[in-house]
T-cell receptor, first 111, second 113 residues
């Protein structure tokens, strides 16, 4: 069966520090991969999605970036975090079209 | 621009009664709609979906209704149970954004025992 994992689960970082959140999917190949953010009191905002290795589409201009170095690995990064980057980050995968399967989420607090 | 909207941020319902959660969308190209349930500090879990060729889909206590002309969908939960208390998100995809799922802002459902 397919599983998705993301880490770390919780992160507290100072403003201006770098960020790296990792996500891996197992049990499937060539999935569509997604990064969403849920900010306090807001819905799920799509940040990035990828349909293949090295293919990244950005939905929202920001100081975050994403990379897909391997088929089942998706990384969310930042060189310098802002206070506004605080939120709950969710990685997800989708077998083409259909439902989206989410990871456990990563809580980022920027101080 | 929010293409999927959930105008009720919260809803309280007595246990055993019906919960109705509503969702509106603006993009007429959307052809696939989903509902997700989310507990705090967890990823959302899929509940039920419906494609635009149907107007109703039922799975146990959960039924989703789609009104394409009104660009409106709703999730009915009956009977409601305390374990249903969570945030519910509707989502939609289709058209040129078929790779993406666009989510609403969520409705927090509280089922009162």
């Amino acid at each position: 069966s397919q599983t998705i994992h993301q880490w770390p689960a919780t992160l507290v970082q100072p403003v201006g520090s770098p960020l790296s959140l990792e996500c891996t999917v197992e049990g499937t190949s060539n999935p569509n991969l997604y990064w969403y953010r849920q900010a306090a009191g807001r819905g799920l905002q799509l940040l990035f999605y990828s349909v293949g290795i090295g293919q990244i589409s950005s939905e929202v201009p920001q100081n975050l970036s994403a990379s897909r170095p391997q088929d089942r690995q998706f990384i969310l990064s930042s060189k310098k975090l802002l206070l506004s980057d605080s939120g709950f980050y969710l990685c997800a995968w989708r077998p083409g079209t259909g439902e989206l399967f989410f990871g456990e989420g990563s809580r980022l607090t920027v101080l | 621009d929010q293409q999927v909207k959930q105008n009720s941020p919260s809803l309280s319902v007595q246990e055993g009664r019906i919960s109705i959660l509503n969702c509106d969308y603006t993009n007429s190209m959307f052809d696939y709609f989903l509902w997700y349930k989310k507990y705090p500090a967890e990823g959302p879990t899929f509940l039920i979906s419906i494609s635009s060729i149907k107007d109703k889909n039922e799975d146990g206590r959960f039924t989703v209704f789609l009104n394409k002309s009104a660009k409106h969908l709703s999730l009915h939960i009956v009977p409601s149970q305390p374990g249903d208390s969570a945030v519910y998100f509707c989502a939609a995809s289709g058209g040129t954004g078929a790779n993406n799922l666009f989510f609403g802002t969520g409705t927090r459902l509280t089922v009162i025992p």
